[in-house]
């Protein structure tokens, strides 16, 4: 018996003032960590609200040059944009 294993989908929900230009800089930055794929944003100004949607796609194989991704560095990453990080769920695959 095989076990299926998959990328898999997060959200992280978030609050705080976050202008266009830094939601760039920070998509870029996600981008920049390797470990994540398909990092979308979603942010509503008038509430100050946002979602940070990303997949953490299967490792075929792990090097050791590779770090092994943590959660850390988003909640960190959205820390360093004065942001408040909130609710972190796993999505439901469709």
Same mark, same amino acid.
């Given at each position: ?39 979308? #944003?979603?942010? %509503? ?6 979602? $940070? /949607?990303?997949?953490?796609? &299967?490792?075929? *194989? +792990? ?8 959660? #850390?560095?988003? %909640? ?6 004065? $942001? /408040?990080?909130?609710?972190? &769920?796993?999505? *439901? +695959?469709?």
């Amino acid at each position: 018996m095989g076990l299926s294993v998959s990328a898999q989908d997060y959200s992280y929900h978030f609050s705080g003032n976050f202008s266009e230009s830094a939601q760039a800089e920070f998509i870029k930055r996600m981008e920049d960590f390797h470990f994540y794929t398909d990092v979308k #944003l979603r942010y %509503k100004n008038d509430s100050q609200k946002g979602e $940070l /949607l990303f997949t953490i796609p &299967v490792q075929s *194989a +792990k090097t050791e040059e590779e770090a092994p991704y943590s959660i #850390l560095d988003v %909640k960190q990453l959205l820390l360093s944009y004065d $942001l /408040l990080p909130d609710t972190f &769920v796993e999505r *439901a +695959k469709h």
